[in-house]
């Protein structure tokens, strides 16, 4: 099976939520007490997805509001030179400024991210700030679980879910989890269901989905997906790390996708390369199995990179991984 997508739209995905500044440690396998150097790249889920998806030939555009300052400059001229449309990006006018995230590299196995999220721009994001006609345009509408934690990002990312739903645009909804960001896992765990009971492709590690359905292990696949299905998804993608991962359709079919060996730099932007790749494939018409192979196959080639935007890969560096590795 592969997913079906209105065709005739001018955006291949749209996302919304965070763009922000991530500053990677130069120095590796060392505390970051003992870093010194770091270097500077855009950052933030959504951000990342469309960079991603924009470096695999697709049409992306984005939704966000940024400071208005030399970082949200940095951020939105990061954006345009990517490929990527920047009308809908917003400067705040109240002060608030980017967020911030540090990067900790102690080894392969041991990283760590420090962020600064307090009153950050993206999450002042408002509904009236929210374009239907902007939205339409998208065969997809991205959407990114920390843009839910505080209002009025949140309104805003639910305001861009009725657009599309209402016009036909698939909803992508990437968990993207950061407990710092949220009051109690209880709130998480309410607005993460009612999102996801709304949209067309939910996409999560074990734990965030875990974290969805306020669980203190390790929950159980089948239960997850029966769930979602009684709503109004269609398909379920579940990531088990060096497992692999899983997507899950409504008549039971299961696709599995290994995850590609490799010589691991850092953890972060494992995801948010996944992403891009399986939504690409989608994109292209290309079914489940292929999609899975795509998202693995490009984290596979971010984890041994130092960046994680820079770093996304070329269709032609996923397709020769897959290659040598089948």
Do not use: C, W
């Given at each position: 099976m592969s997913l079906t997508l209105n065709q005739d739209r001018e955006f291949d995905i749209i996302?919304?939520?965070?763009?922000?500044?991530?500053?990677?440690?130069?120095?590796?396998?060392?505390?970051m007490e003992e870093t010194m150097t770091f270097t500077k790249y855009v950052g933030g889920s959504p951000a990342n997805i469309a960079i991603g998806s924009s470096k695999l030939g697709l049409k992306a555009g984005f939704i966000g509001k940024i400071s208005q300052d030399q970082h949200?400059?940095?951020?939105?001229?990061?954006?345009?030179?990517?490929?990527?449309?920047?009308?809908?990006?917003?400067?705040?006018?109240?002060?608030?400024?980017?967020?911030?995230?540090?990067?900790?590299?102690?080894?392969?196995?041991e990283c760590s991210i420090l962020m600064y999220r307090d009153k950050v721009a993206d999450l002042y994001l408002d509904s009236t700030e929210v374009n239907e006609d902007y939205i339409k345009k998208a065969k997809m509408l991205l959407v990114s679980g920390t843009a839910l934690a505080q209002s009025p990002s949140r309104e805003a990312v639910l305001q861009a879910i009725q657009y599309a739903t209402k016009n036909d645009v698939k909803v992508i909804f990437e968990l993207d989890y950061r407990p710092y960001t949220w009051k109690s896992t209880e709130e998480t765990a309410v607005y993460y269901s009612l999102v996801a009971e709304q949209s067309d492709v939910v996409i999560g590690t074990r734990d965030e989905y875990d974290v969805m359905e306020k669980l203190n292990s390790t929950g159980d696949n089948e239960k997850t997906v029966h769930h979602l299905f009684q709503h109004h998804t269609e398909l379920v993608v579940i990531k088990h790390g060096v497992d692999g991962s899983y997507a899950y359709e409504p008549d039971g079919t299961v696709h599995r996708g290994q995850a590609y060996k490799t010589k691991v730099l850092k953890t972060f932007g494992a995801g948010d390369s996944y992403a891009s790749a399986f939504l690409y494939a989608l994109i292209k018409g290309k079914d489940y199995e292929t999609a899975l192979k795509f998202g693995s196959a490009s984290a596979s080639i971010v984890v041994s990179k130092h960046s994680s935007s820079e770093a996304m890969p070329t269709v032609e560096e996923i397709e020769q991984l897959i290659r040598e590795r089948s």
């Open positions: 996302a919304i939520g965070r763009a922000a500044i991530d500053l990677n440690a130069n120095e590796y396998n060392r505390p949200g400059n940095f951020i939105k001229q990061y954006m345009q030179d990517k490929g990527i449309d920047t009308s809908n990006i917003v400067f705040d006018t109240d002060g608030h400024k980017s967020g911030l995230t540090f990067t900790e590299i102690l080894s392969p196995e």
